[in-house]
């Protein structure tokens, strides 16, 4: 079982900074992809950022050059630096922590609770 608490939401100006926090426990030694999610009021929970075992990242389009996914292990922690904050931003950012397997496939996902993120223009 996996764990995962966001914090580190609130209201900013457009062009300002937040930086996320996800706090992971539980067996996280199994999980392949850590990532960050967003998701608006009626809309669909799109990926923002994933950082894999290997420290390697990948970044939505829309965010890409703005904002930065990292992980301490030895604070267990997963963050989300977001700059040059745009409207467009505003939605619940959600911790994801994923285990993929294969031989035979298997896929597991774990989310948490979600920050608030708005950005005022």
């Known amino acids: 079982q996996v764990q995962l608490v966001e914090s580190g939401g609130g209201l900013v100006q457009a062009g300002g900074s937040l930086r996320l926090s996800c706090a992971t426990s539980?067996?996280?030694?199994?999980?392949?992809?850590f990532g960050w999610y967003r998701q608006a009021p009626g809309k669909q929970r799109d990926l923002v950022a994933t950082i894999n075992s290997g420290g390697s990242t990948n970044y939505a389009d829309s965010v890409k050059g703005r904002f930065t996914i990292s992980r301490d292990n030895a604070k267990g922690r997963v963050y989300l630096q977001m700059n040059s904050l745009k409207p467009e931003d505003t939605a619940v950012y959600y911790c994801?922590?994923?285990?993929?397997?294969?031989?035979?496939?298997?896929?597991?996902?774990?989310w948490g609770q979600g920050t608030q993120v708005t950005v005022s223009s």
């Open positions: 994801n922590a994923q285990y993929i397997a294969t031989n035979p496939g298997i896929r597991r996902d774990y």
């Open positions: 539980g067996s996280t030694f199994n999980i392949n992809t």
